[in-house]
């Protein structure tokens, strides 16, 4: 099995306390050419020194960006910064957040059409996904849910964490991730076995002790419903 990467499009980074290093992440975007969405999950990236250099990188390379949870305190400096970048294509913040005005105003001052500004006001989870933590170990149900387990988001959105690690999806429940994609680029990163190997075990079936879906709600739902998933097969479409 091999992954080529030219299909893989957009990724996740999660930042939900600390921010990337520019240099870990410039060496990432230059080692993985056919990447044209990133969306960066959590508060932290806000707090990188080189903020607005990652916005500039981006833009230089066409690559859309989405920030998935703005935190309150972003000076107006870099909200002026990220409206006037125009390759942000969406941020969500919270509802009431002074962001928001903020942004919006900034947006009509430069007539800019993006980013698009959603305010979250949902507080509750709302599904069984959103209510999984990593030490949790409660049933996965699958019965409602089938098209949209995190397993498939191994390659459509690939999930990496703030300092490179390769986490796959969201639901890893591993801390020790052996592959670092900021290091290796996309398409190697991909092509390591211990990836390889959660595709492998979601297509078969059959558990690898090695593998961080040995250890997932998920997969035990999977062998529990008897089925297996065929991630590869789908992406292809
Ligand atoms: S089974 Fe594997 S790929 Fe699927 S959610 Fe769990 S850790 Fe992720």
New binding site residues.
Partial sequence: MYINSEKITQIVIRTLDKPVSYDLFENFIRKSPFIRQIAFIGKGIFDSPDFTKILDLCRLKSIALIFGEMARNVPIEIVDAMVRAGNIIAVNIHDGDPNINNMIELKNKYQMPVPEVNAIIQTEPRTPQDSLSESSYAFYNLADDKNN???WN?LYEPMIEFNGSLL??W???DKKHPINAFELGMESALNKSPFIN?IK??KSGKINTK???AR????AS?VWDNSTIDIYTRTQK
């Fill in positions: 387990i995190p397993c191994l796959g999806c639901a890893n429940p959660m075990m979601l593998c961080p879906c997932c709600p998920v997969f999977l």
